[in-house]
């Protein structure tokens, strides 16, 4: 804590501040603004009710009319205070508005209907988080399936990609055969193909093993990625020769040296390419949107997209599955972040 | 206990041959010390010994059985690698006990097999820890006792000792040694420090460039070099060598060098045409101070090193050094008195071959 303190006030100037301390911290305020600013307003705009979103001007935080239940009426009324006039300061809760004027009742004497001109008032705004933004997620929308679908995804498709490019780093940084750096080459060269120009052949592939309409049409044609396999090889050869030497001399098969060996000692790089493939697969937009059509095998990234329907867009909703969306990829972040850093610079990708 | 046969075994990378058809016995628990000059094929020839290396002609017999194409785990050796390669995400005793469990021996005998081990190299108090968190010996000492739990035929040493400070390699050679004789199991050493060598070797291997240049017991090599190279290797500080032109002086051979005169030898002359180039040999501490009416010489002196129980004395023209017994006191530019012993001198052909002595140079 004491550290976090010390790196927060850190200067340059002793005693006062040096014009390069305004400047760093000018510098580092517009960057958190920039980062942190559009995901603050994304956050606390998840809270606010539909109304409260088309509110204009905005406010920052989830502000809402606040309502109050008047003796005699079946639905709470909103509260507005008078701002001119006899009533000048009192608290009135809107029965009706009729043109210009409104009837007004006073919460605490509800049979006497006062008529105040509409521009006299104000409304009386109060803090409120509309977390039924998040309940009703679950009742109204598959947000359940869609959640389980993306989770499902990105967890196979993240292990089988580790599993698979750990398997052939192994093989291209460990062994020597004729050939293994045209091999390599070739893997890498694949990167400079985009996507989108093998959106139609995959699909064919896809359609003719019947993975249409399924997870593993979104989880198999991405798990061999050129980048993991270089990630992971660069790493592996940082892993000295002797030790898989040793390895063979200690009766362990090839399997073994991988998978007791070779694998334990890849950890950070492992990590790293985790924390990629988490988030390229959560994120993933696209090819998910080709190979799944029907609604209950949407990822989350699907089912916001369906959101936004040709006339209305429930905007509440919206923004409250969006943060759920972002919460998962966080997570994973903050928990491997550690080896992050470390991964890639000792992976030799920067 | 085994022995060991390696036959015309030739290594080539790529069409470069590293190690050209090298012959070598090794008897049942014998120690055996390769050494040679960095790049000479000592490392390469032990791991082809332990199968980690193809060989690329020749055989290699185990117990008399040829085990070219036998994977090194079946051949029933155990090495210890210059980096000792320990696993450094295991604790010191799954470090040990790896080997036996790959083997899928029953739980109970690993323990007792790792225990027993790590007893013996005084290990016990470590069985937890990372590799990490030991000092270099400690370190050296797992990978020794990872060698010792397999039990095998054989040990092989890559450089074990090249990472340790003077003081730790003194007192690890002194464990090695100890452990070949309570163990009694052959040992391969490869080293390029012929200390190592002379302490610790039953036969000394001198390799260089793919090639053995002698084999033979320490003093053997010491006594009677075979070579110039083996000669210039062994022993330190090195021997001095002085070039001329043969002469024949009563039956054995006098070496004539340009600015110092003729210096008598015993070594025979037979083969050695008048005029071609010779070389004289004579190991620093075999020269002696003062004058004797044989071989005499005066050089100036350039340098002196005192390290109290004994002086080394340095002469730039010719290069020259003299290592005595005691404290010699000695001023830089001084004019000393020194004899070259007949029965010490070695002297080799223009092709760097020893020339047979009468005396073959036993300790006097």
Known sequence: MTRLLAMLTARRGRGHLHWTDWASYLHLLIGLLLMFGPVLWLVLSSFKSEAGLVEFPPRLLPYEQARVSVEGYQQPLALFRITAGDMKGRELAEVRRIGLQAQMVDPANPREIIRIPAQDRERVMRLHFALENYGDLTGRFAFGTYLWNSVFITAMATLITLLVNSMAAFALSKYRFSGRDAVFVTILATLMIPPTIILVPNFFIASALGLVNSPWGVIWPGVATPTGVFLLRQYMLTIPDELIDAARMDHASEWRIYWRIVLPLSAPALAVLAIFSVMWRWNEFLWPMIVLNRSETFTLQLALNSFQGELTTSWNYLLAMTVLTLLPVTAIFLLLQRYITQGIASAGVK | ?364
């Open chain 2, 1 to 364: 206990m085994a022995t060991l046969q390696l036959r015309r075994v030739v290594k080539r990378f790529h069409e470069t041959a590293v190690i050209h058809g090298v012959d070598l016995e090794a008897a049942e628990g014998e120690f055996v010390v390769f050494v040679g000059p960095s790049g000479c094929g000592k490392s390469t020839l032990l791991r082809m010994i332990c199968g980690l290396e193809e060989v690329s002609e020749g055989d290699i017999l185990i117990d008399g059985v040829r085990v070219n194409e036998v994977p090194p785990a079946r051949r029933g050796l155990a090495m210890v690698f210059q980096s000792y390669a320990l696993y450094p995400h295991m604790s010191v005793y799954q470090n040990l006990s790896f080997g036996l469990e790959n083997l899928r021996l029953p739980r109970a005998e690993i323990d007792a097999k790792v225990r027993e081990a790590a007893r013996m190299l005084r290990l016990d108090q470590f069985l937890e820890r990372r590799p990490t968190a030991l000092s270099g010996g400690q370190r050296q000492r797992v990978a020794i006792g990872r060698a010792i739990v397999r039990e095998p035929r054989i040990f092989l040493f890559d450089e074990p000792l090249s990472n340790l400070d003077a003081e730790l390699r003194v007192q690890m050679r002194g464990e090695i040694a100890q452990l070949h004789h309570r163990l009694g199991t052959n040992m391969i050493y490869v080293t390029h420090d012929q200390v190592e060598a002379m302490t610790m070797a039953d036969k000394i291997v001198v390799l260089r460039a793919g090639r053995i240049e002698q084999v033979g017991a320490p003093l053997e090599l010491y006594n009677a070099p075979a070579n110039q190279f083996v000669a210039g290797f062994i022993g330190s500080p090195r021997m001095n060598f002085l070039e001329g032109t043969p002469t024949a002086v009563d039956g054995s051979i006098g070496v004539v060098v340009e600015g110092i005169g003729t210096i008598r030898t015993d070594a025979s002359g037979e083969g050695v045409t008048e005029g071609a180039r010779v070389t004289l040999g004579i190991r620093p501490e075999h020269v002696a101070l003062g004058r004797c009416g044989c071989n005499d010489v005066s050089f100036d002196v350039a340098q002196s090193e005192q390290l109290g129980n004994t002086t080394t004395l340095f002469f730039a023209s010719p290069g020259f050094a003299v290592q005595v017994a005691g404290q010699v006191p000695a001023r830089r530019g001084e004019a000393m008195s020194l004899n070259l012993p007949p029965d010490r001198c070695h002297v080799f052909d223009a092709d760097g071959k020893a020339l047979p002595r009468q005396s073959k140079g036993a300790a006097a």
